[in-house]
């Protein structure tokens, strides 16, 4: 990353004896989208209130534009957040809750109504909603104007806590894109925390996975969908299928794997799908449930098979997922195929399901 905007390393965040970050290292760049991801608890919140200023890191170093932090107030750093629960003054009208930063800056009025205005342009608001409260707008009207007031003082960075998980899903859908085209149109940089995965996969230009207050991966969603580094990510992010296999170093840099599971017999997974930090321990294949098909005539060439029987199935609309209970695995294999009128198998089927190696991807615990 040439001149990161963001360039955190090494962060410790203690609240009394218990450690909720340790040690975390982060770059950002400018104008980039990054998504915190990770399960509740593991200190995403935490990262964005210490970049934010609303929190004083224990230790490591935080540089925004790169200058220190240290000591730096929230409101003197180049940043706004738009918190989980509306932080919108009930008592204020949108025009005034918007304007509320403008105004202790001391901007003029002239200057004031016209940022106000194209913020309402572009949070798609009616004019005359500006003088409405809070209480008299819908939950997505009110995120808006939550955007609105915090990117009206023009931030280098947006800090975003879970903005839109208080929204149905219809809102939330229409917000997300509009989420984004904003992030396009204004070259401002975005953090995201969200607990939703597929939010943190179509807005985000990189995700950065945490556990424990631990970054445990940062990469592109593909990246973190193809190539997850271990299995918990894998496991957080889409469904998944992990097949138990043995694995053997390949002389070409990849890895020679066998599972006594599988019909066919040993194959090579390539290094480019093998996780950099695989270890001895629960070596699995990470199979993708959309890679596995149904076997009814002959295997294409390489092809691994496993036989079982449809234990399951739930039409989806787009999509069917099957779930095939295969003699010698403890889960359930899931398969999802494109959606059909004709279904291909029943419940309580023999059936052989098939899926390219190579498609694969070589991790472990
Ligand atoms: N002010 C505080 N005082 C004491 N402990 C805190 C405080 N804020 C957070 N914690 C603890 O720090 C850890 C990280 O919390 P944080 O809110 O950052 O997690 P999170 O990943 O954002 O969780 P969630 O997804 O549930 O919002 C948790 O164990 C939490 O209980």
């Not at 360039?7 to 004896?17: E, F, H, M």
């Amino acid at each position: 990353m040439a001149s990161p905007i963001i360039d955190a390393s090494g962060i410790v965040k203690d609240y009394g004896a218990a450690r909720a970050l340790h040690g975390v290292s982060l770059q950002i760049g400018t104008g980039e989208f990054v998504a915190l991801v990770g399960p509740s608890g593991c200190g995403k919140t935490t990262l964005l209130k210490i970049l934010a200023g609303f929190e004083e890191p224990t230790d490591g170093r935080l540089e925004i534009q790169g200058k220190d932090m240290r000591g730096v107030p929230a409101a003197s750093r180049p940043t706004r957040m738009v918190f989980q629960k509306l932080a919108l003054f009930p008592h204020k009208t949108v025009a005034e809750n918007i304007g509320f930063s403008l105004k202790l800056q001391k901007v003029s009025k002239t200057e004031t109504d016209s940022r106000i205005r194209t913020m309402l342009d572009l949070m798609h608001l009616k004019p005359d909603y500006l003088e409405r409260y809070p209480a008299q707008l819908s939950g997505g009207e009110q995120q808006r104007v939550a955007l609105a007031r915090a990117l009206v003082s023009q931030p280098s960075v947006l800090l975003l806590d879970e903005p839109m998980s208080a929204l149905d899903a219809k809102l939330k859908k229409s917000l997300q894109a509009e989420l984004k085209k904003l992030h396009r149109e204004l070259g401002t940089s975005f953090v995201l925390v969200t607990h939703d995965l597929e939010e943190a996969m179509m807005l985000a230009d990189r995700i950065c996975v945490m556990r424990s207050g631990h970054v445990v991966q940062v990469g592109t969603p593909a990246d973190i969908y193809y190539r997850p580094a271990n299995m918990f990510v894998a496991g957080f992010i889409g469904e998944t299928n992990f097949l138990p296999v043995t694995a053997t170093a390949a002389t070409d840099g990849g890895m020679a794997v066998t599972s006594p599971l599988v019909v066919s017999g040993k194959t090579t997974i390539a290094s480019e799908h093998v996780s950099p930090s695989l270890s001895a321990k629960g070596t699995a294949l990470l199979v993708r449930p959309e890679t596995i098909r149904f076997v009814k005539g002959d295997a294409a060439p390489g092809e691994w098979l496993l036989d079982g029987h449809v234990e399951e199935y739930f039409i989806k609309g787009a999509s069917t997922q099957y779930r095939i209970r295969v003699q010698g695995l403890d889960a359930a294999v899931i398969m999802d195929l494109p959606g059909s009128i004709v279904l291909p198998a029943a419940v309580g089927e023999a059936v052989r399901i098939g899926f390219d190696p190579v498609q694969a991807f070589l991790l472990s615990e």
